[in-house]
C-alpha cells in the first residue's frame, strides 16, 4: 500500500487535525438484523474517541469494518485516506500493521505463552530478528500492564482480567498509530481499570497514538477521551466532550453517566 | 420441499467453490516467504508422534487378527505357507493405509477441526488476521503439510508393527522364525505394492489436514460449531479416504498392469 504510507509520511509533518479514520454514512445487517443503520464518525489524528452504547447496538461491528473484518454494506470507512473496502491482500496486511485492535475477548493465543504471544507480532509483521530488542520490547510492555510475572504462563492459567491485558500488550506493543479498543478495562478492578485508562493516555501522549475506545466504564471514559460519541439502535445519538455529555438533558444520555454522578 | 433440496445443493455448490478458493490460498501460502518451520516441526510431533501408540495398537491387533482368521481357511486350501505373503500384500497395499488413514481422521482431522475451530470462536484466528500476520500460513500450511508427511510416515511404521502382529499370531500355532517370516513377507513385496501404497497414503494425509483446517477455519462463531466443525471434519475426511482409495486402485491398475 505504497499511497498509505505515502500519505503517513506526509501526514507526519503535516497537519495536526487531519481525519485519520473516516466513516462515512455506513450501514450493516446481518440478514434480518440490522445492526448499524448509520454511522458516521471522524478520527482525528493523536485523537481518543470512546464510544458508548448499550450491549448489543454494534460498537464492536463498527470498529470490526474499519480493519476490515466486516465490510458495510453501504457507506465507506477511509483509514489514512483509503477506502478499505477496496484494498487488495496486501494493501490490507499493510494497513492493518498499522492500526491496533483489543479484541473484547482478548483473543489471545492460546497454544502459545504470554512471552510468545507477544514476539508472534513482532517477528511475524513488524520481522524484528534482534533478540535483545525483541525481548526488551516484551518485558517493557507487559511491565507496562503489570504482568511481568506472568512472561512464561499460558493463557489458560491467567485469569479474565489477566488475559485481558495481556491481549492488551499484544496490541500495543507494535506501537500502532491507531488504536482500536474494545473495552479494555470491562472485567477488571476499579484499580487495574484505572492503570490502564492511563496506560491508554500514554499511549497516545507517548506514540501520538489516535484511538477510539468503547467502553462501559465511565471511569475511563472520563480519563482517556477527547471526545465522546453515544451510540444507540444503529446510529450516535449525541457526541461532545464527557463533560458537555455529563450535563445533557436527553434521558438516554443521562442513563450512562447517572452512576458516576 | 422443493425449495430445501434447491437450497441444499446451492450450499454444497458453494462449499465446493469455498474450498476451491482455500485450496489455493493453501497453495500460494506454501510458497510465500517466511515458512514457519518451528510450527511445522511442532505440528509434526503433535500430529505424528501423538498418534504413534494408538496407529500402532490398531495396526498390530489388525495384523495379529488377520492371521488368525486367515488360517482356517489357508489350512483348507493347504496353502498355510503363504499366510505371510497374504498378509503382507493385503496389509501394506489396503488394510495398512486404509485403517491408519481412518483412525487419523478420527484423531487427527478432528483435533485440527476443533482447534482452528475454537480459534476462530475466540476470535484468535482474527485476531492474528488484523495484526497484520498470516493465519493462513502460520496455521493452515504447517497443518496440511505436517499431515501430508506424517500420515505416510505413519502407515509405515503401522505396516512394521501389523506384520510383526502377523508373526506372533503365527506363532501362536506354527513354529517360524523370525528371519523366515521376515523374508517371506518381503520376498513377497513388489515395487508396485510399496509405491502406490505410499504415495497414496500422502493424498489420505492431505485429505484429514485440508478437510479438518477447512472445517475449523470455516466454521461459524457459536459455540456449537467447535463441536460441528470437529465432527463434520471426521465425517468428510474418512470419505474423501475411500473416494481417494478408490481413484487410486484404478489408477494403479492401470500404470502398472497392462
Ligand atoms: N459476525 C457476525 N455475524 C452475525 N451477527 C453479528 C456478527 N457480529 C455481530 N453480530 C450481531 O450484531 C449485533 C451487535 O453486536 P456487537 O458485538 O457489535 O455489539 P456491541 O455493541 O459490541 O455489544 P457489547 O457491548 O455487548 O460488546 C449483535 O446483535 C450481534 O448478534
Ligand atoms: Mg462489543
Known sequence: METATKHTEENKQTLKNEVVVDIDHISKSFGTNEVLTDISLKLKRGENVVVLGKSGQGKSVTIQCIVGLLTPDKGTVKVFGDDVAEMDADELKELRTMVGFLFQSGALYDSMTVRDNLEFPLTRVLKLTDRAEIDKRVEEVLDGVGLLDAIDKMPSDLSGGMRKRAGLARTMIVRPEIMLYDEPTTGLDPITSREISELILNMQKKYKTSSIIITHDMECAKITADRVVIMNEGTYIAEGSFDELKKSEDTLVRSFFNETT | ?258
Open chain 2, 1 to 258: 420441499m422443493a425449495e430445501q433440496v434447491i437450497t441444499g445443493y446451492k450450499r454444497w455448490l458453494e462449499g465446493i467453490g469455498e474450498q476451491g478458493v482455500f485450496f489455493k490460498n493453501f497453495f500460494r501460502n506454501i510458497f510465500r516467504g517466511g515458512f514457519e518451520w518451528s510450527e511445522f516441526v511442532r505440528q509434526c510431533y503433535e500430529i505424528g508422534y501423538r498418534s504413534m501408540l494408538l496407529v500402532g495398537i490398531t495396526s498390530f491387533i489388525m495384523g495379529l487378527v488377520l492371521i488368525l482368521q486367515l488360517r482356517p481357511s489357508m489350512l483348507e486350501m493347504g496353502a498355510e505357507s503363504m499366510l505371510p505373503k497374504t498378509l503382507a500384500v493385503s496389509f501394506i497395499r489396503e488394510i495398512g493405509p486404509v485403517i491408519i488413514a481412518i483412525i487419523c481422521a478420527g484423531k487427527v482431522a478432528s483435533g485440527i477441526g476443533a482447534e482452528l475451530g475454537s480459534m476462530k470462536v475466540t476470535e484468535q484466528i482474527d485476531a492474528m488476521e488484523v495484526s497484520g500476520a498470516n493465519p493462513l500460513q502460520y496455521l493452515v500450511v504447517t497443518r496440511i503439510l505436517a499431515t501430508s508427511l506424517m500420515i505416510p510416515l505413519l502407515t509405515v511404521i503401522g505396516d512394521a508393527i501389523g506384520l510383526f502382529g502377523g508373526y506372533l499370531a503365527l506363532n501362536f500355532t506354527d513354529d517360524i522364525s523370525f528371519s523366515l517370516y521376515f523374508h517371506k513377507c518381503i520376498a513377497s513385496l513388489e515395487f508396485i505394492d510399496l509405491f502406490p501404497a505410499l504415495v497414496k497414503t500422502v493424498f489420505f494425509g492431505f485429505a484429514i489436514g485440508f478437510v479438518g483446517c477447512y472445517k475449523g477455519y470455516n466454521s461459524n462463531k457459536g459455540t456449537e460449531s467447535v463441536g460441528l466443525a470437529a465432527n463434520s471434519a471426521v465425517v468428510t475426511a474418512s470419505l474423501w479416504i475411500f473416494v481417494i482409495d478408490a481413484i487410486a486402485v484404478q489408477i494403479t491398475s492401470l500404470l502398472f498392469y497392462r
